[in-house]
């Protein structure tokens, strides 16, 4: 499960509120127009946001630099378009280069590349991504079904033969991409003087429930491995997944808008239910029979990681049993199959995966170019530590001293004897650094607090770009050498955000929580203002970072006349192993009296608080949060807004569930208890649920249940059935769905009027 509002499509905006019992109805047009009753002017707020994604859309993205270090490739929209066009910014001129721009005419997607996009949350449009060869010559874009060559220097663009690829990868080499179609892999000879090579076909049998070359539902959701095709670094040779989803269940979502249009189906692995059967097949670029990697994938189902490292580096698999309790690394002969097992890592609670490398950085292991040993990082004393171990796993020795949590590995200069690293000098913010690979004082390049995301050429160590979110409320992509010194900004066209977030960063109660306190910006000492919980407290997400940019819809919020609280209690990442793990077999008891307490405890130093109108909205886990805390602590919220909430975690996925809650026939009595719908009949306060009718990835059958329950309990709730998935894209739709929050929280929390407030 991944962050809320990250997700999905809406292709039309419809507004539908229903209601759970009659006499309670109260329609969408209603909702907005009492959100603005409430906040004068204030839904251009959030329309301004929604039309420009936070004011995101029009900075740069995805930048890369070339390994000569001259120049650096981007994508970039428009302020307010979402379709990204590909640029070259030359450092020597500070010019910047449109390169290739979208083909005009809406884009094709198949079902598969809208459901590849789903996992790999990705909501822009036009050239989604690119690919550079490792010489810097030659990029591969694609857009929708369509690929296409470019060269960097020149700007030709090339359309590539045939239409239907998805998942494209570029060889080492530049000369060729490997790419899926109908399910089955094919490779493609890139132009070579006036002509493109025909494309081979390297696998056969692909059916809609055997597929070849894509990463199966659970590693591209929950295992952050969105790939599914790897190249041999002399570019002879494809390792491709063999994904069997026959004996995953099926799952039918039809679109209510075209009834005549029949139901997509999909292959969903519940918990406690079938996963996919996954195997690795070696190939021949030029096709031949497929050789299989041995590993015992019964034991040891999830495929993690792959990494196939150029120099004597071996060919190296992550892989995990089912309940995500051992891990272990793998070496794999390519000639053969064979495997050997390197080293393994053991939890009894869960294993948290290796940072995937994924966007930015290496996938670990990383092997060092001559063999000698691999860098791999775990978290067994606590806190994350990157590692040098020998080649037969071995451990050499630590790298990142235990006090710096290690967050990724960002480059590696085995001839010069360093790591680029990023870290966290502290629990809400994170930093690069570079340290020897032999010992030696980390040095931080970034000096700017906030968040950093990094990006290198492969084997260019000259220069690098960071995307940074920085504590001062910015947001920009810059070149730095390798230093840290900034050379450039790249440039974007994206709009000034047209409110400033006024956050303030503190610790909350006995267990000194991480906490974030966004007041008005016309706050008003000693006023009382209704509070609201922006809540996720759920694994893998962090709320409070020190990247105000984040929250610019938050501040939307406050500026309506509340103060926006956020807190990480027990269950969430970033602070060590055990308070991460504290919420095992349990996701809700610890994280609500966390929460709860943490409010009280800010209500007690701050009396501007009113903890006499409390509120609580999120989404995703965020949403079950909220509906939990509705229903449990009516003492401490009197109103909730739920978006998507995966109110039975038995419907939910296998990957995620599974690792926090075992399976629901190990026990139940876990599930039971994480369960909403075990509350249902306690609902006691207002309670507005929104549910995409097309989600999935939180199934509306979720909320479907929740409602039936509380209508077999007599309970009124409330219901804002929106078109589209589980994240919020369309503008209007998006704008429609904050008013109709705000509304809701304030016809319960009774907003005073200016005058009152005097």
């Not at 406690?272 to 050789?291: C, D, F, I, Q, W």
């Not at 064979?338 to 994924?358: C, F, K, Q």
């Not at 939990?628 to 807004?641: C, E, S």
């Not at 039971?672 to 009949?681: C, E, F, G, I, M």
Request: hydrophobic share 40%; with cysteine.
């Amino acid at each position: 499960m991944k962050n809320a509002l990250q997700r999905g499509r809406a292709r039309r905006l419809g507004r539908y509120l229903a209601l759970g019992l009659p006499g309670l109805v109260l329609a969408a047009g209603a909702a907005a127009g009492a959100a603005n009753a409430a906040s004068g002017s204030g839904g251009q707020c959030y329309a301004d946001l929604a039309a420009t994604r936070n004011f995101t859309l029009g900075l740069p993205r995805h930048a890369q630099p070339t390994p000569d270090g001259k120049s650096v490739l981007f994508l970039r929209s428009g302020p307010r378009e979402t379709s990204l066009h590909l640029w070259r910014y030359d450092l020597a001129g500070s010019r910047a280069v449109e390169l290739a721009r979208p083909a005009d005419g809406p884009e094709k997607l198949s079902v598969e590349e809208k459901a590849r996009r789903e996992r790999a949350r990705m909501s822009l449009t036009g050239i989604t991504d690119f690919a550079l060869s490792d010489d810097g010559t030659t990029a591969l874009v694609s857009q929708g079904d369509r690929l296409m060559q470019v060269a960097v220097a020149g700007g030709q663009v090339t359309d590539l033969p045939g239409r239907g690829w998805i998942a494209p990868r570029l060889s080492p080499d530049g000369r060729q991409v490997a790419a899926v179609r109908d399910n089955d892999v094919y490779v493609i000879g890139l132009r070579t003087g006036r002509t493109t090579g025909r494309p081979v076909r390297l696998t056969r049998g692909g059916s809609e429930t055997l597929t070849h070359g894509l990463a199966e539902f659970a590693a591209a959701e929950e295992l952050s491995r969105p790939d599914g095709l790897w190249w041999a670094p002399d570019g002879q040779t494809l390792l491709y997944e063999e994904a069997d989803i026959s004996g995953v269940e099926r799952h039918y979502i039809a679109d209510p808008e075209h009834p005549a249009t029949p139901p997509v189906e999909f292959r969903y692995p519940r918990a406690g239910t079938a996963n996919a059967r996954v195997r690795l097949g070696l190939v021949s670029r030029t096709g031949g029979p497929t050789r299989w990697v041995a590993w015992d994938s019964n034991a040891f189902p999830y495929l993690a990681r792959v990494v196939w490292p150029k120099g004597r580096g071996a060919l190296s698999l992550v892989v995990l049993n089912r309940a995500q309790t051992e891990e272990r690394v793998l070496r794999v002969d390519p000639a053969t199959g064979r495997v050997a097992t390197l080293l393994t890592e053991h939890d009894p609670a869960w294993i948290n995966i290796t940072p995937s490398g994924e966007g930015r950085g290496h996938a670990l292991p990383r092997w060092l170019p001559d063999g000698s040993g691999f860098l791999w990082a775990a978290e067994r004393g606590g806190a994350w530590r990157l590692e040098l171990r020998h080649a037969d796993g071995t451990l050499d020795h630590a790298i990142t001293p235990p006090d710096l949590p290690f967050v990724s590995l960002d480059d590696v200069d085995a001839a010069g004897g360093t790591v680029t690293v990023t870290a966290n000098p502290d629990r809400i913010q994170n930093a690069v650094y570079r340290l020897g690979l032999r010992g030696g004082a980390p040095v931080r390049l970034t000096p700017e607090p906030g968040l950093h995301a990094t990006s290198f050429a492969e084997g260019g160590h000259a220069v690098f770009t960071d995307a940074m979110m920085g504590a001062d409320g910015s947001a920009a992509s810059v070149v730095r050498d390798r230093d840290g010194h900034v050379l450039a900004t790249l440039p974007g066209v994206a709009e000034t955000p047209t409110l400033a977030p006024h956050i303030q960063y503190t610790r909350a109660g006995a267990l000194d929580m991480d906490a974030m306190i966004i007041r008005p910006a016309d706050f008003v000492p000693g006023r009382r203002y209704p509070v609201v919980l922006s809540v996720y407290a759920g694994p893998g997400y962090k709320q409070v970072l020190q990247a105000p940019r984040q929250y610019l819809e938050s501040q939307c919020l406050a500026d309506h006349g509340y103060i926006v609280v956020s807190l990480d209690g027990r269950g969430t990442p970033g602070r060590d192993h055990d308070w991460e793990r504290a919420t095992k077999n349990d996701l809700i008891d610890l994280p609500l009296r966390d929460q709860a307490d943490g409010l009280a405890a800010l209500g007690k130093r701050y009396a501007e608080l009113d903890l006499s109108r409390v509120g609580v909205y999120g989404w995703s886990f965020g949403g079950y949060f909220t509906a939990m805390a509705t229903i449990r602590r009516p003492d401490v919220f009197k109103v909730g807004v739920a978006g998507a909430p995966p109110a039975d975690f038995a419907d939910y996925d296998t990957a995620y569930t599974e690792r926090y809650l075992g399976t629901p026939q190990d026990d139940p009595q876990g599930y039971a208890a994480s369960n909403v719908l075990t509350y249902a009949a306690q609902l006691s306060r207002p309670l507005l649920i929104m549910h995409g009718l097309t989600d999935d990835n939180v199934y509306f059958e979720n909320t479907m249940k929740l409602t039936q329950a509380f209508i077999g309990a007599g309970r009124p709730y409330n219901l804002l059935l929106l078109p589209g998935t589980h994240m919020l894209t369309d503008p209007a739709l998006r704008t429609h769905v904050d008013e109709a929050r705000e509304s809701f929280l304030a016809a319960t929390l009774k907003i005073p009027t200016a005058d009152t407030m005097r």
